[in-house]
């Protein structure tokens, strides 16, 4: 079979390629061009693009934690404004009591800008910095960084303006092309890419910047440092300054106006010492030259041209040529920044940004830089007017972790207080009203117990506190004083307060009597009958017998029985307490020979009877256990005596090595002995024993040398005798405290001696290590058994000693500030110093039913409010602590109101009248006179030194405030007054106009300070008169007695026998408490304080004070003069979670004067 053969199809003809004209090409590329040309200039697809992503760009706020935000990096603006360290904060202030109530949620689309490493776009602050608000959302504290700013785009001079946009960013405010990109000046772009890339080849080429006015922003503000390290940093700008251009829309005329306006106002000018980091031209013109900023922007917008105003312009052109280098032209090479001023000169007046006459004449002015001079406080009511806000921002420096006031104040941090500014600011201008004799005449200060028209005005420091219980804590509404210094003695002092620490005994007694209530009170008679209770526990024994006796046994009557029990105020007698013997003064002599309850000694703040009540408390905690003090005491084989010794010993030998210590810590061997031996008489045995201690390696010939050098006739003395004297105090021969008795030294000074000379510089903790044996040896004598009565003096002492231990466990739990007691007797009358704050601290305590609530003083802490790092901190919910129980704090405030009613305080009785009666108010006086005394034999006083002096009140008043006034004077100059308590409860009392609206709840009808202050002084001037009528008709009485000397606690040499312990006795009757005007305990039983209804408000109008003529003067408490050791309403609610965006901007304006760029 043939093949078949398939025939071919013919083939295609191939069509010629196709080709475009070359013109048309040519066309494509020229529109192109055109187009790209036209975007450069005009930047309309940037407008579309950016500003509909812009919108996209936003956050919200919501409560609770965010899930998605995003902190910034480590750009000085981020740094200094705080938010990369929110964070941080957020971790310390959970830690300390803050929730975490609000926080910023970006969007989706501004997480992912920040993801590309994207500054995050929105309306940046150029002025921020701390703020603290008042309970009533006004403001108590600002301090914007800048201090100084242009607040208007229309506030900056023309000439600034075109003068930094010739030199920066010339085609910025161009204002035919509206949607214009301001990030980019291409051709300065361009050509600052070409010069880079020369730079290559050359590298000493220096390349020109090619920065706006926008990135140069975006870098100092966040890049690292302020710093573009490389390329790809300064496209990161360049993108992050587009997107910020465009998110308020596709109009961008008017954020080029504001460009300008943030960079001067924002721009970093090195820093200046007095001043720190100096932001923006405005500060720069103080900080650097001393130049007033409104008064330079007066001389340059000027119309005329002045030698002045061109040596301003001068000063402004070197700032904006500075920022280039800000610390070489400002602080290393000033010279330079003068060349470089005149060369821009001459440069800005060819291009007509400046005049030939502004040019010549400022060519002729000189840089003047100012001269360094100390930090000075802006003005003299810095300290005084801000000392509430001053604490308040230490306390936040503090939560926060910063090192500083300074860092603290730089931060975008709004703080809402609870202290009420119309108040604070009123009473602090009373404060400050008590330097004028006129004002204080005018208040009624001068008088009997009070201020002396002699006594020098400026030396007295006044201070207030008041606290409000409400459901978040005991809060702080007013904090003043009138020392213009930073220190708060409020809470920073440890002052001597005298009787106010009868206050703190009062209720350890009454504690210590609920306590035992407590333990027997469901014992039957004849159970209590067989108790077998130490003689010395007083208390413990009239409990006892209380509960045996008919009648009511519950433990409010316990209580006020207690308070009826009845203790001497005889002064005689002798009282061996804190290792001597000391007797006590009343400040009334009249009171000497009384017998008083306890309610009469609160009432009239008596001495004798709380010194011999703090006894009791103190033999009741020492022998409390029989099994132990009591026995201990009795058996003198109880092997508890050996270590009560030994304690004793170690104790009292360590306080004589201190003292030693202080006298041979800084001397040279050769000094050492020199400073031993001069005192000691050339007796040959004294010698001799010290020698042989001191070197006991030298020979017999070393020894004799050293000996012939300190007799006083050595020739008197041969060979034989210094053998004899050699060998007989030989070191092996007598112990140290028989070589002390020899030597008439003290057997640890010669110790301290020995071993400082052979180990100099040895520190303290050492020396205590190496001397333990020492010490407990030199008191040998003590541990045999025929000095019992020695022994037991000593044991008597420490445990005095361990008793105070204990009873400075419970002030503690009162509030006591301080980390010890002196174990004095003389505690109860102030001898241990106290703390106004913790005084005001105990009053809330008692107002508030023995329950504690923490002192708050900051409720809101919002940081970058209105940014996408907006974060808020609130007080978590506040944890109530019982103190004592309530029925101990209700029967200390019946004793408290009588006080006021008839006692030390009844000086303000009736200053609160309401609609029902007055205002119950309840208190405790205290004065002390701080002397330094140096007590010879037999109790006389060998110098003396006075330290200050202190009067002070503490109070409540109605069911909801307390707080404290106290009067203080430092230093010796203190010796030249002689008020008493009586001076800060008149005081409380003059102000009482300022605190009615406040303390009687009438906060919705409040006057204005300024007109609280106007209605304060018609009152005082009213009271003046009165008080002149009244002294004028009683002008034949005789002139008032001189008050009684201080009350004194004075060791004697002998003690006086000590008086029989009074038998308990039935319980006198209670003073009826003062009339209440609803005042009922505000019962808190471990838990949070409940807002308790106001009372019924003041009429709006009060009815002018009736005036009659004044009654006696209150008595006063005793003045303790203890010697001592030297010891040294609610914000608006938030409305409800919205987008935050950006505000819109007002259309752009023609300016009213022309920019030339």
Same mark, same amino acid.
């Given at each position: 079979?043939?093949?078949?053969?398939?025939?071919?199809?013919?083939?295609?003809?191939?069509?010629p390629?196709?080709?475009?004209?070359?013109?048309?090409?040519?066309?494509?590329?020229?529109?192109?061009?055109?187009?790209?040309?036209?975007?450069?200039?005009?930047?309309?697809?940037q407008?579309?693009?950016?500003?509909?992503?812009?919108?996209?760009?936003?956050?919200?706020?919501?409560?609770?934690?965010?899930?998605?935000?995003?902190?910034?990096?480590?750009?000085?603006?981020?740094?200094?404004?705080?938010?990369?360290?929110?964070?941080?904060?957020?971790?310390?202030?959970?830690?300390?009591?803050?929730?975490?109530?609000?926080?910023?949620?970006?969007?989706?689309?501004?997480?992912?800008?920040?993801?590309?490493?994207?500054?995050?776009?929105?309306?940046?602050?150029?002025?921020?910095?701390?703020?603290?608000?008042?309970?009533?959302?006004?403001?108590?504290?600002?301090?914007?960084?800048?201090?100084?700013?242009?607040?208007?785009?229309?506030?900056?001079?023309?000439?600034?303006?075109?003068?930094?946009?010739?030199?920066?960013?010339?085609?910025?405010?161009?204002?035919?092309?509206?949607?214009?990109?301001?990030?980019?000046?291409?051709?300065?772009?361009a050509?600052?890419?070409?010069?880079?890339?020369?730079?290559?080849?050359?590298?000493?080429?220096?390349?020109?910047?090619?920065?706006?006015?926008a990135?140069?922003?975006?870098?100092?503000?966040?890049?690292?440092?302020?710093?573009?390290?490389?390329?790809?940093?300064?496209?990161?700008?360049?993108?992050?300054?587009?997107?910020?251009?465009?998110?308020?829309?596709?109009?961008t005329?008017?954020t080029?106006?504001?460009?300008?306006?943030?960079?001067?106002?924002?721009?970093?000018?090195?820093?200046?010492?007095?001043?720190?980091?100096?932001?923006?031209?405005?500060?720069?013109?103080?900080?650097?030259?001393?130049?007033?900023?409104?008064?330079?922007?007066?001389?340059?917008?000027?119309?005329?041209?002045?030698?002045?105003?061109?040596?301003?312009?001068?000063?402004?052109?070197?700032l904006?040529?500075?920022?280039?280098?800000?610390?070489?032209?400002?602080?290393?090479?000033?010279?330079?920044?003068?060349v470089?001023?005149?060369?821009?000169?001459?440069?800005?007046?060819?291009?007509?940004?400046?005049?030939?006459?502004?040019?010549?004449?400022?060519?002729?002015?000189?840089?003047?830089?100012?001269?360094?001079?100390?930090?000075?406080?802006?003005?003299?009511?810095?300290?005084?007017e801000?000392?509430?806000?001053?604490?308040l921002?230490?306390?936040?420096?503090?939560?926060?972790?910063?090192?500083?006031?300074?860092?603290?104040?730089?931060?975008?941090?709004?703080?809402?207080?609870?202290?009420?500014?119309?108040?604070?600011?009123?009473?602090?201008?009373q404060?400050?009203?008590?330097?004028?004799?006129?004002?204080?005449?005018?208040?009624?200060?001068?008088?009997?117990?009070?201020?002396?028209?002699?006594?020098?005005?400026?030396?007295?420091?006044?201070?207030?506190?008041?606290?409000?219980?409400?459901?978040?804590?005991?809060?702080?509404?007013?904090?003043?004083?009138?020392?213009?210094?930073p220190?708060?003695?409020?809470?920073?002092?440890?002052?001597?307060?005298?009787?106010?620490?009868?206050?703190?005994?009062?209720?350890?007694?009454?504690?210590?009597?609920?306590?035992?209530?407590k333990?027997?009170?469901s014992?039957?008679?004849?159970?209590?009958?067989?108790?077998?209770?130490?003689?010395?526990?007083?208390?413990?024994?009239?409990?006892?017998?209380?509960?045996?006796?008919?009648?009511?046994?519950s433990?409010?009557?316990?209580?006020?029985?207690?308070?009826?029990?009845?203790?001497?105020?005889?002064?005689?007698?002798?009282?061996?307490?804190?290792?001597?013997?000391?007797?006590f003064?009343?400040?009334?002599?009249?009171?000497?020979?009384?017998?008083?309850?306890m309610?009469?000694?609160?009432?009239?703040?008596?001495?004798?009877?709380?010194?011999?009540?703090?006894r009791?408390?103190?033999?009741?905690?020492?022998?409390?256990?029989?099994?132990?003090?009591?026995?201990?005491?009795?058996?003198?084989?109880?092997?508890?005596?050996?270590?009560?010794?030994?304690k004793?010993?170690?104790?009292?030998?360590?306080?004589?090595?201190?003292?030693?210590?202080?006298?041979?810590?800084?001397?040279?061997?050769?000094?050492?002995?020199?400073?031993?031996?001069?005192?000691?008489?050339?007796?040959?045995?004294?010698?001799?024993?010290?020698?042989?201690?001191?070197?006991?390696?030298?020979?017999?010939?070393?020894?004799?040398?050293?000996?012939?050098?300190?007799?006083?006739?050595?020739?008197?003395?041969?060979?034989?005798?210094?053998?004899?004297?050699?060998?007989?105090?030989?070191?092996?021969?007598?112990?140290?405290?028989?070589?002390?008795?020899?030597?008439?030294?003290?057997?640890?000074?010669?110790?301290?001696?020995?071993?400082?000379?052979?180990?100099?510089?040895?520190?303290?903790?050492?020396?205590?290590?190496?001397?333990?044996?020492?010490?407990?040896?030199?008191?040998?004598?003590?541990?045999?058994?025929?000095?019992?009565?020695?022994?037991?003096?000593?044991?008597?002492?420490?445990?005095?000693?361990?008793?105070?231990?204990?009873?400075?466990?419970?002030?503690?739990?009162?509030?006591?500030?301080?980390?010890?007691?002196?174990?004095?007797?003389?505690?109860?009358?102030?001898?241990?110093?106290?703390?106004?704050?913790?005084?005001?601290?105990?009053?809330?305590v008692?107002?508030?039913?023995?329950?504690?609530?923490?002192?708050?003083?900051?409720?809101?802490?919002?940081?970058?409010?209105?940014?996408?790092?907006?974060?808020?901190?609130?007080?978590?919910?506040?944890?109530?602590?019982?103190?004592?129980?309530p029925?101990?704090?209700?029967?200390?405030?019946?004793?408290?109101?009588?006080?006021?009613?008839?006692?030390?305080?009844?000086?303000?009785?009736?200053?609160?009248?309401?609609?029902?009666?007055e205002?119950?108010?309840?208190?405790?006086?205290?004065?002390?006179?701080?002397?330094?005394?140096?007590?010879?034999?037999?109790?006389?006083?060998?110098?003396?030194?006075?330290?200050?002096?202190?009067?002070?009140?503490?109070?409540?008043?109605?069911?909801r405030?307390?707080?404290?006034?106290?009067?203080?004077?430092?230093?010796?100059?203190?010796?030249?007054?002689?008020?008493?308590?009586?001076?800060p409860?008149q005081?409380?009392?003059?102000?009482?106009?300022?605190?009615?609206?406040?303390?009687?709840?009438?906060?919705?009808?409040?006057?204005?300070?300024?007109?609280?202050?106007?209605?304060?002084?018609?009152?005082?001037?009213?009271?003046?008169?009165?008080?002149?009528? #009244?002294? *004028?008709?009683? $002008?034949?009485? /005789? %002139?008032?007695?001189? +008050? @009684?000397?201080? &009350?004194? !606690?004075k =060791?004697?040499?002998?003690?006086?026998?000590?008086?029989?312990?009074?038998?308990?006795?039935?319980?006198?009757?209670?003073? #009826?408490? *003062?009339?209440? $005007?609803?005042? /009922? %305990?505000?019962?808190? +039983? @471990?838990?949070? &304080?409940? !807002?308790? =209804?106001?009372?019924?408000?003041?009429?709006?109008?009060?009815?002018?004070?009736?005036?009659?003529?004044?009654?006696?003067?209150?008595?006063?408490?005793?003045?303790?003069?203890? %010697?001592?050791?030297?010891?040294?309403?609610?914000?608006?609610?938030? =409305?409800?979670?919205?987008?935050?965006?950006?505000?819109?901007?007002?259309?752009?304006?023609?300016?009213?004067?022309?920019?030339l760029?």
């Open positions: 079979m043939s093949p078949q053969y398939i025939p071919l199809e013919p083939p295609r003809p191939v069509r390629k196709r080709r475009w004209p070359w013109w048309l090409v040519g066309l494509a590329f020229f529109v192109a061009a055109m187009v790209a040309a036209y975007e450069m200039i005009a930047s309309p697809f407008a579309l693009l950016l500003a509909g992503y812009g919108k996209r760009l936003n956050w919200q706020l919501l409560d609770g934690p965010s899930d998605q935000i995003r902190f910034p990096g480590t750009g000085p603006y981020d740094v200094r404004l705080g938010y990369n360290r929110i964070p941080y904060f957020t971790e310390r202030l959970t830690q300390r009591g803050y929730v975490l109530a609000k926080q910023a949620r970006i969007s989706d689309d501004m997480n992912r800008v920040g993801a590309l490493g994207l500054f995050l776009p929105y309306d940046e602050k150029s002025v921020a910095g701390v703020t603290l608000r008042g309970c009533n959302q006004e403001t108590l504290f600002s301090l914007p960084q800048p201090r100084r700013h242009y607040a208007r785009f229309e506030d900056i001079p023309p000439v600034i303006a075109n003068t930094l946009l010739y030199i920066e960013n010339r085609e910025l405010l161009d204002p035919n092309h509206p949607q214009r990109n301001p990030a980019i000046e291409w051709d300065r772009f050509q600052a890419v070409l010069e880079k890339a020369v730079q290559v080849v050359q590298p000493n080429r220096k390349v020109p910047g090619g920065s706006t006015l990135t140069q922003i975006e870098k100092y503000r966040h890049s690292p440092d302020g710093l573009t390290l490389s390329g790809g940093d300064k496209l990161g700008q360049m993108a992050s300054a587009s997107l910020r251009a465009y998110i308020d829309g596709t109009d005329r008017a080029r106006r504001r460009l300008v306006q943030a960079y001067l106002n924002t721009v970093p000018l090195s820093a200046a010492a007095g001043h720190g980091e100096v932001i923006g031209t405005a500060d720069a013109l103080d900080a650097w030259f001393g130049l007033d900023f409104d008064e330079v922007n007066r001389l340059v917008r000027g119309p005329a041209v002045t030698a002045a105003s061109a040596r301003a312009y001068k000063h402004v052109l070197a904006l040529i500075a920022q280039r280098r800000p610390s070489f032209y400002l602080i290393s090479d000033r010279a330079q920044l003068e470089q001023a005149d060369t821009h000169l001459r440069i800005l007046a060819k291009a007509g940004i400046i005049t030939p006459e502004i040019r010549d004449l400022a060519l002729n002015a000189k840089l003047q830089f100012r001269k360094p001079t100390p930090a000075v406080a802006d003005k003299e009511l810095t300290f005084v801000n000392k509430a806000a001053n604490a921002r230490t306390e936040i420096t503090r939560q926060l972790g910063l090192a500083q006031l300074y860092d603290l104040d730089r931060l975008d941090l709004n703080v809402d207080t609870t202290l009420h500014a119309n108040a604070q600011r009123a009473v602090t201008q404060l400050k009203r008590l330097n004028d004799p006129a004002a204080v005449k005018e208040l009624g200060l001068y008088g009997h117990y009070l201020l002396e028209p002699d006594d020098d005005l400026s030396k007295i420091i006044f201070s207030f506190t008041l606290h409000e219980l409400t459901a978040d804590g005991a809060v702080v509404r007013i904090q003043a004083d009138n020392l213009n210094q220190f708060d003695i409020n809470q920073g002092a440890k002052l001597d307060m005298g009787s106010s620490a009868k206050l703190r005994t009062l209720i350890t007694y009454l504690e210590i009597i609920a306590d035992l209530h333990q027997y009170a014992q039957t008679p004849a159970k209590l009958a067989k108790i077998s209770v130490p003689a010395k526990d007083v208390l413990t024994a009239w409990v006892i017998n209380y509960l045996r006796s008919p009648g009511d046994h433990l409010k009557a316990t209580l006020e029985a207690a308070m009826g029990r009845r203790y001497s105020a005889n002064p005689a007698e002798g009282f061996y307490t804190g290792g001597g013997v000391h007797h003064n009343n400040f009334h002599r009249e009171d000497n020979h009384k017998v008083m309850d309610w009469e000694a609160t009432r009239n703040s008596v001495n004798l009877p709380f010194i011999r009540l703090m009791d408390i103190i033999h009741h905690l020492t022998y409390r256990a029989p099994s132990t003090a009591a026995r201990i005491l009795a058996d003198v084989d109880d092997p508890k005596r050996d270590t009560y010794l030994i004793f010993a170690d104790s009292e030998g360590r306080a004589f090595l201190a003292r030693f210590h202080k006298k041979y810590r800084d001397l040279k061997p050769a000094q050492i002995d020199d400073n031993l031996l001069n005192h000691l008489a050339a007796h040959p045995k004294r010698l001799a024993a010290v020698f042989r201690y001191l070197e006991p390696q030298a020979d017999l010939t070393a020894f004799t040398a050293l000996m012939r050098s300190r007799l006083v006739k050595p020739g008197a003395y041969d060979d034989k005798d210094m053998a004899y004297l050699y060998e007989t105090y030989g070191p092996e021969k007598f112990n140290l405290a028989d070589r002390g008795y020899i030597t008439q030294i003290h057997p640890l000074e010669l110790w301290l001696a020995a071993y400082l000379r052979q180990h100099p510089g040895t520190p303290w903790d050492e020396l205590v290590k190496r001397s333990g044996r020492e010490r407990v040896e030199v008191y040998d004598w003590l541990f045999k058994t025929g000095r019992k009565n020695a022994q037991d003096s000593r044991i008597q002492s420490l445990m005095e000693i361990e008793s105070f231990q204990e009873l400075h466990k419970r002030w503690r739990k009162l509030g006591y500030p301080f980390n010890s007691l002196v174990p004095s007797y003389a505690t109860a009358i102030g001898s241990s110093a106290d703390r106004p704050a913790a005084l005001a601290e105990m009053m809330g008692i107002r508030n039913n023995g329950v504690k609530l923490p002192a708050v003083s900051i409720k809101q802490l919002e940081f970058g409010a209105d940014t996408p790092y907006h974060t808020v901190f609130r007080r978590a919910p506040v944890k109530a602590e019982e103190i004592f129980n029925i101990v704090a209700e029967t200390v405030r019946k004793a408290l109101l009588d006080v006021v009613q008839e006692g030390t305080a009844r000086r303000i009785k009736g200053a609160f009248p309401t609609a029902g009666g205002l119950a108010i309840g208190g405790k006086t205290g004065t002390g006179d701080h002397r330094m005394q140096v007590i010879g034999a037999g109790g006389r006083i060998l110098e003396e030194k006075v330290m200050n002096r202190v009067a002070t009140f503490a109070f409540f008043m109605g069911e405030y307390f707080g404290v006034i106290t009067a203080f004077v430092p230093g010796e100059q203190a010796g030249n007054y002689h008020f008493t308590s009586g001076l409860v005081l409380l009392k003059t102000m009482a106009p300022i605190l009615r609206p406040l303390v009687l709840g009438a906060e919705n009808a409040e006057l204005p300070w300024e007109a609280q202050v106007r209605a304060f002084d018609a009152e005082a001037k009213a009271e003046a008169q009165a008080r002149a009528e #009244a002294k *004028a008709a009683a $002008a034949k009485l /005789a %002139p008032p007695v001189k +008050p @009684a000397s201080a &009350a004194t !606690a =060791p004697v040499g002998k003690p006086v026998p000590a008086q029989p312990v009074l038998t308990p006795q039935k319980p006198q009757t209670p003073p #009826a408490p *003062a009339t209440q $005007a609803a005042t /009922a %305990p505000l019962a808190i +039983p @471990a838990r949070p &304080a409940q !807002a308790v =209804p106001a009372p019924a408000p003041a009429p709006r109008h009060e009815p002018a004070p009736v005036h009659v003529a004044p009654t006696p003067a209150p008595r006063h408490e005793p003045v303790a003069s203890t %010697p001592r050791a030297e010891t040294h309403p609610t914000p608006p609610p938030q =409305p409800a979670p919205e987008e935050h965006r950006h505000r819109p901007r007002n259309p752009w304006v023609s300016p009213e004067y022309e920019y760029f």
